[in-house]
């Protein structure tokens, strides 16, 4: 996109903006790096100046708006309701038209063309977490026609700290009987880094041929583990099939009494909203319906829950462009979820969970990190 094209496109919203500040207190980056460069009111300011052409892109300009984590929160306490995420995404394809960008996205794009993952691992290891399913028989969880299928996402398919979520999934939906099935090595990338990098047009591909597969297997619902897979599927893909998240099934399941949590867990336990559930689709209360239906947890709510929760570091790919501004992100969670007197934080997203353990490691702090899928599982007993 170019500085015309951007100005047609963001002009209207970004005059929006009265500089009030409000959402200040609001913005992660802007509270760890302490520069209006890196606040909601700072980028909106660069992208103005930038289409009315009175300040050039630049290194500046990349560093600002490439550190944006992508998480909401300015629009949520904004007034006027300016969509600032949407215009520093905007701004990215902009930049990355006159080449201030970061370079790592380059190596992104080439992998994702080569391995239709993230990591540039072989397709095939994509099941490689079905490894922690105690006597699963290989190929099990691969039919060719399946209603329900479960889009398992690159993190949760290759990052051993998070591949149990997967499995847990698995576990509870086997549970419960469903009749569902995975793509294996046929599942590839949604595209949604490529919307964080700048280089949204590129998503196309990935798209049809994921729309391709749930078509071939005769796909009427796909679940989501992760909720930045599950809104680009809302988002940026034409499709009638019905999507859930994984929340919303477990909390569908013990309702109908599908699965039955006995186990009591004796812990003191507060919810993080990923961004990409929670405010930017819309699911609150299913994470915490199921989170209150487990026997013997006792449930602290932090004061910045819902629509004004903190991001936890981990979003806009601002963990590969600037790792040391997304641990002091991650490290704000924690001190939040401690000052509320809880020993474990629960959330419905891999890479918060990575996001968090990472830095409840390195910091020595206290605090379990647990996904729901997990925390159901152990409760089933
Ligand atoms: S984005 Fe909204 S809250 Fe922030 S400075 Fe602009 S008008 Fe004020
Ligand atoms: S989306 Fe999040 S990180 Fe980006 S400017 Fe808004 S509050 Fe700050």
Same mark, same amino acid.
């Given at each position: 996109?170019?500085? !015309?094209?951007?100005?047609?496109l963001?002009?209207?919203?970004?005059?929006?903006?009265?500089?009030?500040?409000?959402?200040?207190?609001?913005?992660? #980056?802007?509270?760890? +790096? $302490?520069?209006?460069s890196?606040?909601?009111?700072?980028?909106n +300011?660069?992208?103005?100046?930038?289409?009315?052409?009175?300040? =050039?892109l630049? /290194?500046?300009?990349e560093?600002?708006?490439f550190?944006?984590?992508?998480?909401?929160a300015c629009?949520?306490?904004?007034?006027?309701s300016?969509?600032?995420?949407?215009?520093?995404?905007?701004?990215?394809?902009?930049q990355v /038209?006159?080449?201030?960008?970061?370079?790592?996205?380059?190596?992104?794009?080439k992998?994702?063309?080569?391995?239709?993952?993230?990591?540039?691992?072989?397709?095939?290891?994509?099941?490689?977490?079905?490894e922690?399913?105690?006597?699963?028989?290989?190929?099990?969880?691969?039919?060719?026609?399946?209603?329900?299928?479960?889009?398992?996402?690159? !993190?949760?398919s290759?990052?051993?700290?998070?591949?149990?979520?997967?499995?847990?999934?698995?576990r509870?939906m086997?549970?419960a009987?469903i009749?569902f099935?995975?793509?294996?090595?046929?599942?590839?990338?949604?595209?949604? =880094?490529?919307?964080?990098?700048?280089?949204p047009?590129?998503?196309?591909?990935?798209?049809?041929?994921?729309?391709?597969?749930m078509t071939d297997?005769?796909?009427?619902t796909?679940?989501?583990?992760?909720?930045?897979?599950?809104?680009?599927?809302?988002h940026?893909?034409?499709t009638?099939?019905?999507?859930?998240?994984?929340?919303?099934?477990?909390?569908?399941?013990?309702?109908?009494?599908?699965?039955?949590l006995?186990?009591?867990?004796?812990?003191?336990?507060?919810?993080?909203? =990923?961004?990409?559930? $929670?405010?930017?689709? $819309? !699911?609150?209360?299913?994470?915490r319906?199921?989170?209150q239906?487990?026997?013997?947890? #006792?449930?602290?709510?932090? =004061?910045?829950?819902?629509?004004?929760?903190?991001?936890?570091?981990?979003?806009?790919?601002?963990?590969?462009?600037?790792?040391?501004?997304? +641990?002091?992100?991650?490290?704000?969670?924690l001190?939040?979820?401690?000052?509320?007197?809880?020993?474990?934080?629960?959330?419905?997203?891999?890479?918060?969970?990575?996001?968090m353990?990472?830095?409840a490691?390195?910091g020595k702090?206290?605090?379990?990190?647990?996904?729901?899928?997990?925390l !159901?599982?152990?409760?089933?007993?």
């Open positions: 996109m170019n500085i !015309v094209q951007l100005k047609k963001s002009y209207d919203e970004v005059a929006k903006c009265n500089k009030c500040g409000f959402c200040l207190p609001s913005c992660p #980056t802007y509270n760890a +790096a $302490g520069q209006e890196y606040s909601p009111r700072g980028r +300011a660069i992208t103005r100046f930038a289409v009315e052409e009175k300040l =050039p630049s /290194d500046d300009t560093r600002s708006i550190t944006c984590l992508g998480c909401g629009t949520a306490v904004c007034l006027s300016v969509q600032t995420k949407d215009l520093i995404f905007q701004n990215r394809e902009c /038209d006159v080449g201030f960008y970061p370079k790592i996205a380059d190596r992104l794009v992998t994702l063309e080569k391995t239709r993952n993230i990591s540039d691992d072989d397709p095939e290891d994509r099941n490689e977490w079905q922690l399913i105690k006597e699963l028989p290989e190929g099990a969880l691969e039919k060719d026609q399946a209603e329900v299928v479960f889009f398992v996402g690159c !993190v949760a290759f990052f051993p700290m998070v591949q149990n979520i997967p499995a847990n999934m698995a509870i086997q549970k009987d009749d099935t995975i793509l294996g090595g046929e599942e590839w990338c949604c595209g949604f =880094p490529l919307v964080g990098t700048g280089m047009e590129k998503l196309e591909e990935m798209k049809k041929h994921n729309l391709q597969k297997v005769g796909a009427k796909i679940v989501f583990t992760c909720p930045s897979c599950f809104h680009t599927w809302q940026f893909y034409d009638d099939l019905n999507l859930m998240h994984a929340t919303q099934l477990m909390a569908e399941l013990i309702q109908d009494g599908k699965i039955e006995t186990r009591e867990q004796n812990i003191t336990a507060t919810y993080h909203d =990923p961004c990409d559930l $929670g405010r930017n689709t $819309g !699911v609150y209360e299913e994470p319906q199921v989170i239906a487990i026997p013997g947890l #006792t449930y602290k709510e932090m =004061p910045m829950n819902r629509k004004f929760s903190v991001c936890c570091g981990g979003g806009g790919n601002v963990e590969m462009t600037d790792p040391d501004l997304s +641990a002091q992100v991650a490290q704000g969670k001190d939040s979820v401690q000052a509320v007197g809880a020993d474990t934080v629960v959330t419905a997203c891999q890479q918060c969970v990575r996001t353990t990472t830095r490691k390195r702090i206290d605090v379990q990190v647990k996904d729901l899928t997990e !159901v599982v152990e409760a089933m007993g």
